[in-house]
């Protein structure tokens, strides 16, 4: 690693994002910041509205109120895809898995977006022909994204998996496939909704790997994750979500002795 | 190795056709273009996710365009085909700026409310011949050479091969594995960048493409076409072409169509020996049966099975 330091660049700016579910505030007016390599560590105990922040940011869900923005262009109002094309993506709770692809074609398919200038099909019409006619340009590029898919996934740690069928992978092997696919898109934000859940040590180790890496390259990783002795480890800083507000951000250090923050916890294992 | 597989059955059809008894060629012609339309849709359906109940609509669109060229404009069918094609996608293109937004059995609706409505302007528009169609649409041709029911055969599966060698070109590319994507995790494929909406109206107007080129050969091979065959049951036919095939099949299409040809072959047959008062509902009567009982035995098609086979 070389060991420029480079000075913090703002590239993500939550303002005062609320989201209401009828009745249930599930995002109480947040704001935070989050800057380009690092890993923004997002707690809470269950409910407390991170997986709805994330949804917020990725363009899956509109905010009643507040605005999310990218290195200052507004990414509220638009549709997944393009927040996507900005360079924001994300994993889920539950992974989502392309059946019907194999491991290697699921990188395939982030990476033709990123071919293309962040979404795919491009321009339309003229790739349906291309595909269809199978041009010797598009073969050539086929080839291209076939190599580099196979060198994310050695890069990910699961070169072994490129051949199979998504069908047939355990959970675990889904989530370094999930990781892998949202780095082929060369994200400037990655948003990963409990990476670690349900991984063995062995796993643990591989995905914290990747999130080392994709921040030394330049990426703001936001990392939520119950595992709270993990998260303190590799965050920079964190935010604490309860019941939708902020109600701590700061260093690793001075969130894990924060009262409120303690409360929380304490308080959420009680009820 | 699909364009290889549309060559052998496109040389077995060119030489079937010396030798079958002309009714069966009819058959064989028709069996193609109904495998052009399964195609088509098995784009939408299998790789895309979708659903469509309007695929005749399509197929009318092609062979209305085609027929009112070539009766009212003496317009060549060759030209009429392209013609027929395009207004087909054009059609399908306005129309998926409002179905694709939908939900897939909402979809499913748009599409088969779509099939209603364009029956209704067949039915209703007097310029295409209002319920009585057109009669004495002219025939395609090359030189000299008027086609005759050897031609349409080799025509229709020559078509069949060009057809699924693109398809199977586009579900092996980018564009097919995106579409597997949507179909798979479509929030998933959308935070990768993945335009589900964009990439679902290409595949809906090319299956359109199909359907209306299979539309417009026929028009002029029939040479007499009205609004009752392009109604909802033929797109029924389709989809139940589609899944007894395999959706996510190309050869599915094809074996699909066949299938569903030979079947109504059979019922036609053997039904009235047995309920000799039933008239021809009672085919669809029982396509409904079979279609039911391959979606408990055979959820995911023929060719599924051949493949576990295989494995
Ligand atoms: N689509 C929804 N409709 C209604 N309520 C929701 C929806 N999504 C989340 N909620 C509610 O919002 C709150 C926050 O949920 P969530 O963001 O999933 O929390 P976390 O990810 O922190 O566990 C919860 O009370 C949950 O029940
Ligand atoms: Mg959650």
């Known amino acids: ?271 | 190795m699909y364009g290889r597989f549309g060559l052998v059955l496109l040389a077995l059809v060119a030489v079937l056709v010396w030798f079958l008894p002309s009714y069966y060629t009819g058959l064989l012609t028709q069996i193609g273009l109904y495998a052009l339309v399964t195609i088509g849709l098995n784009m939408f359906m299998g790789y895309a996710g979708q659903v469509s109940l309007g695929q005749a609509a399509f197929v009318g669109i092609g062979a209305y365009t085609s027929a009112a060229l070539a009766v009212k404009g003496h317009v060549t069918p060759w030209l009429g085909l392209i013609a027929g094609a395009l207004v087909a996608a054009l059609v399908a293109y306005v129309l998926s700026f409002i179905a694709l937004r939908l939900r897939e059995n909402l979809l499913a609706l748009a599409t088969l409310a779509l099939g209603i409505v364009i029956n209704v302007v067949f039915n209703e528009w007097e310029f295409i011949g209002g319920s009585s169609g057109f009669k004495d649409i002219p025939g395609f041709a090359l030189g000299a050479f008027t086609f005759d029911q050897r031609a349409y055969a080799i025509l229709a599966w020559a078509l069949v091969a060009l057809g699924i060698w693109f398809a199977g070109n586009v579900v092996r590319s980018s564009f097919g594995r995106a579409l597997i994507a949507i179909s798979a995790g479509e929030l998933g494929a959308q935070t990768l960048g993945v335009e589900s909406e964009r990439l679902k109206r290409q595949t809906f107007v090319l299956s359109a493409v199909y359907a209306g080129v299979a539309g417009a050969v026929y028009a002029s091979s029939f040479s007499y076409i009205d609004p009752s065959s392009f109604s909802f049951l033929l797109s029924v036919n389709f989809v139940l072409m589609s899944v007894i095939g395999g959706i996510r099949s190309l050869w599915g299409a094809v074996i699909g169509a066949a299938v569903v040809v030979a079947l109504g072959q059979v019922l036609q047959n053997v039904v009235p020996l047995v309920l000799p008062s039933a008239r021809g509902d009672f085919q669809q009567f029982f396509l409904g049966v079979i279609l039911i009982a391959m979606l408990i035995l055979l959820p995911r098609g023929i060719t599924s099975r051949l493949r576990e086979a295989r494995a």
């Not at chain 1, 290697?104 to 398919?109: A, D, P, T």
């Not at chain 1, 490129?162 to 990781?179: H, K, V, W």
């Open chain 1, 1 to 271: 690693m070389t060991a420029v330091a480079s000075p913090l660049t703002t590239t993500l700016e939550v303002r005062g994002v609320s989201v209401r579910f009828g009745g249930v505030i599930a995002v109480a007016d947040v704001t935070f910041t989050a800057h380009t390599a690092e890993v923004l560590g997002v707690m809470g105990p269950n409910g407390a509205g991170k997986t709805t922040l994330f949804n917020v940011i990725s363009g899956v869900q509109r905010p009643t109120s507040g605005e999310v923005s990218l290195g200052g262009s507004r990414l509220t109002g638009r549709g997944v895809e393009d927040v996507a094309a900005l360079g924001v993506t994300r994993t889920f709770q539950t992974p989502v898995m392309f059946w019907g692809l194999t491991v290697r074609e699921s990188v395939e398919v982030a990476l033709a977006a990123r071919e293309f200038g962040g979404t795919y099909p491009p321009a339309p019409w003229r790739e349906l022909l291309r595909c269809g006619f199978g041009t010797p340009g598009r073969r050539r590029e086929n080839a291209v994204l076939r190599e580099c898919a196979d060198a994310i996934l050695t890069g990910a740690g699961i070169a072994a998996m490129a051949g199979r069928a998504t069908e047939s992978l355990a959970f675990g092997e889904e989530r370094l496939l999930e990781m892998a696919r949202a780095l082929a898109v060369s994200p400037n934000v990655l948003l990963l909704d409990e990476p670690l859940s349900a991984l063995n040590p062995d796993e643990i180790e591989a995905v914290l790997t990747s999130i080392r890496s994709a921040r030394a390259s330049g990426v703001a990783v936001l990392l939520v994750e119950h595992a709270v002795g993990e998260l303190l480890a590799v965050a920079d800083r964190v935010v604490v979500l309860d019941h939708g507000r902020k109600i701590a951000e700061g260093s690793p250090q001075a969130v894990a002795a924060d009262p409120l923050v303690i409360d929380a916890y304490i308080g959420d294992e009680l009820e």
